[in-house]
């Protein structure tokens, strides 16, 4: 941990969004409203009639396989990776996400038009700080073939090794890159969620994803793109999982220093990883300064 601090920033203006929720298929709006510092990111249900908020930190995230869901007190927003992620490489500390169903709208299964967004309207910085959480000695997670490690750095950044040996085409994809605005918008933004056909067949049969088609994921079927656009990038789908992972890390709920090195992690994996981060983040900040 270090003493360095930064300036806390909100968004200059609220911004709406309007569409489907991938698993959910129900319509959905957002609406980000800005908040003043130490609020941090939070959801607000506004469609239930207690209207419950939902801190957007590790420790409200319920660990399944496929996306991030936070959940308090029964209440429940999911598919929150890519929004958070755009919020986190634009440095949004402080917002009050109102959402009108349980799922983030997935719009074409990437962060791009939320990072357009935030570009568009602007950044506030606010008067008061906060410290960042810069690793000083490796953290690390491991389980099984899935590897998460943090090193120091000066920066935020992430590299990503993806492994598919069922997948020709896919198999083993490298991404690196420094965390920041116009990376972000330039270089991880764009890349969409993406499936193997196999898997996720079933899922739509048993009616398990509502929302989704080739209008908003990337599929991969016979050693093909089934979109008729194909990829923007070669190396989209391992770019897709950078961004998850910035969503994900954005969880512990500071910014973040370091440089984070994964291979094959998830959603589950990277929420297992921000717990090991956020818990030593505590234990650092309850020993007394000598």
Same mark, same amino acid.
């Not at 309007?18 to 959905?28: A, V, Y």
């Not at 490298?174 to 890349?191: C, D, G, H, R, Y």
């Not at 994803?209 to 080739?214: A, E, F, K, S, V």
């Not at 890390?249 to 956020?278: C, D, P, Q, T, Y």
């Given at each position: ?133 810069? #690793? ?21 950044? #992430? ?19 420094? #965390? ?44 093909? #793109?089934?979109? @008729? ?7 989209? @789908? ?53």
């Amino acid at each position: 941990m270090t003493s360095k601090n930064y300036q806390q920033n909100t968004l200059k203006r609220e911004i709406t969004f309007e569409g489907i929720g991938l698993f959910t298929g129900l319509k959905t709006t957002i609406r980000l409203v800005p908040q003043p510092p130490n609020t941090g990111i939070v959801f607000q249900r506004v469609d239930l009639l207690e209207k419950p908020v939902i801190e957007a930190l590790v420790d409200n995230v319920k660990k399944v396989p496929g996306y991030t869901l936070l959940e308090k007190e029964g209440a429940r927003v999911q598919t929150v990776e890519h929004l958070l992620s755009a919020l986190s490489a634009f440095t949004v500390d402080n917002l009050l996400i109102e959402i009108t169903s349980p799922e983030v709208p997935i719009l074409d299964g990437s962060a791009k038009i939320f990072a357009e967004k935030i570009q568009e309207v602007g950044i506030l910085e606010q008067d008061e700080t906060k410290p960042y959480f810069q #690793v000083k000695e490796p953290l690390y997670y491991s389980n099984n073939e899935i590897h998460i490690v943090a090193i120091p750095s000066d920066v935020f950044f #992430v590299s990503y090794t993806m492994h598919y040996p069922q997948s020709k085409q896919l198999f083993s994809q490298f991404f690196t890159s420094p #965390v920041n605005s116009k990376q972000f918008t330039l270089e991880i933004a764009p890349a969409r969620t993406f499936s193997l056909y196999e898997e996720i067949a079933p899922l739509v049969e048993n009616g398990m994803i509502r929302g989704g088609g080739l209008h908003n994921a990337l599929i991969f079927k016979d050693e093909k #793109v089934l979109n @008729p656009e194909g990829m923007l990038f070669e190396d989209e @789908p391992v770019r897709h999982k950078v961004l998850d992972m910035i969503g994900d890390l954005s969880l512990i709920g500071n910014r973040l220093l370091a440089h984070v090195i994964a291979i094959r992690s998830g959603h589950m994996a990277n929420a297992s990883f921000a717990e090991v981060v956020k818990k030593f983040m505590m234990e650092y900040e309850s020993v007394p300064s000598v």
